[in-house]
């Protein structure tokens, strides 16, 4: 499913630019335009979905394939020494695009 008014959608489109590092026909990842680390990609899966809290038995089948794929894309772009991965979910962990995504952030040591 496509939602046209998602920003994440309209970067899969290619109606909003976006710096890609790796695509394939079920995930897009792409560096973050406000990075907060030296590297910060966002993951996500074509399929738009708002929530984790939406996950399903499909989905989680996307999420797997995302998380057996984000080691290589990791590496490809200089993770090496680490990252981190984080999901928000909702308004208390600030999430603020509704469409699943996984943060990649590393290229140095991270605060916490
Ligand atoms: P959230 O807070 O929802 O977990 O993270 C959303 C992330 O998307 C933020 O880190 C924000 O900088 C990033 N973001 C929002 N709009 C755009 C956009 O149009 N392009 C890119 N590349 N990143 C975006
Ligand atoms: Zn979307």
Known sequence: M???????CRI???QIPSSKVYEDEKMLVFKD????????????PKDHFK???EMDCERAETLKY?????????KE????????LIINQGDDAGQTVFH???HILGGETLPW
């Open 100 to 102: 699943l995504h996984i």
């Open 2 to 8: 496509i939602d046209k008014n998602c920003v994440f």
């Open 12 to 14: 899969c489109g290619g």
């Open 77 to 84: 772009n200089g993770l090496e020494n680490g990252y981190r």
């Open 51 to 53: 929530l984790l809290s």
């Open 33 to 44: 335009i406000e990075p907060k680390a030296k590297v910060h990609l966002l993951a996500i």
């Open 66 to 74: 995302m998380l057996t794929k984000i080691p290589e894309i990791a």
